[in-house]
């Protein structure tokens, strides 16, 4: 923390270029984020509650939930407590916070998304095995190795990060803490560290990517060679909303994370931000249930509870 003794805080830019923009969109990004804290919150209660939901697809789609309700609360809480305020400060301690929190978990999703394949690839190429091979501790294996890979993710940027020297106006070109625009604020050369940067974002999106896109491509084997309409129209329905997810996600992270200049930040990269950091985890959940069977009937059961419940000082 030598370099960086002098440097106490950074402003967060947000998006101050549109100045009477400020309140419509604090409406807006407020109204999201109550809507997606409340049903990503809904999904992990049905899980944890109703024993019908305790498989393989419910448990990931569960840790889906909870990890975006963790960087989702880690970025935007506080841009719309800095639009209300005016007061855009975040401490120097307190950015490289939110960027090892957000990384990890986003990090973590993209694994999780892989290992979300690899369910769906046991369950259409090797249904009679799947039992066997989807067990209790195998899920909490995924899992775990899933969140441990995210874990280590962020270790190398927060360290070159915190080793670097910031100089002159320190406003951080974003609405959150990001590697890409820290680094534009360093001085002296940053070649190496935008190039760790790019490697380990290449390394988290083209691995699970690789698994992902290995999994679809045996289970599009799998489903040409069924016999039956009925049969493949049921498979592809399956795995049309993960697929749903895994575009819009990794579209925008590799358009983000895995260009020549990354340090070079545009009004255009908080756009696409957007995409990963808040229509992704608003979508998600309706993406995932909306057309689930098990789900809504768990959802309709604790509603006729709680119903119940109510009606019983009447009587």
Known sequence: ???????????????????????????????????????????????????????????????????????VNVT??????????????????????????????????????????YDHYIAICTPLQYTVMMQERNIWCLLICSWSAGLCT??????????????????????F??????????????????LVDVLIAAFVLLSSLLVISVSYFCITWTILKM??????????????????VVCVF????SFTYMRVTPASITALDKVVSVLYLIITPLFNPIIYTLRNHDVKLSLQNVLAKQGCLQQKPSH
């Open 250 to 253: 990794y579209g925008s992270l």
């Open 177 to 194: 803490c990001d590697v890409s625009p820290l680094l534009k604020l360093a001085c002296g050369d940053i070649k190496t560290e935008e």
């Open 154 to 175: 962020p270790v190398f940027p927060i360290y070159f990060i915190n080793q670097q020297h910031f100089c002159g106006y320190v406003t951080v070109d974003h609405y």
């Open 227 to 244: 016999p039956t309409s009925s049969g493949r129209q049921k498979a592809f329905s399956t795995c049309t909303s993960h697929l749903t």
């Open 76 to 117: 935007l809480p506080n841009m719309l407590f800095n639009i209300i305020t005016g007061n855009q400060e975040i401490s120097f301690k307190g950015c490289l916070a939110q960027l090892f929190i957000f990384a990890f978990l986003c990090a973590t999703e993209c694994y999780l998304l892989a290992t979300m394949a």
């Open 1 to 71: 923390m030598t370099n960086n003794s002098l440097i106490s805080k950074f402003l967060l830019a947000g998006f101050s270029g549109c100045q009477h923009c400020q309140i419509p969109i604090f409406c807006v990004f407020l109204l999201i984020y109550i809507f997606m804290v409340l049903e990503n919150m809904t999904i992990v209660l049905l899980v944890i509650q109703d024993c019908k939901l305790w498989k393989p697809m419910y448990i990931f789609i569960g840790n889906l939930s909870i990890l975006e309700i963790g960087y």
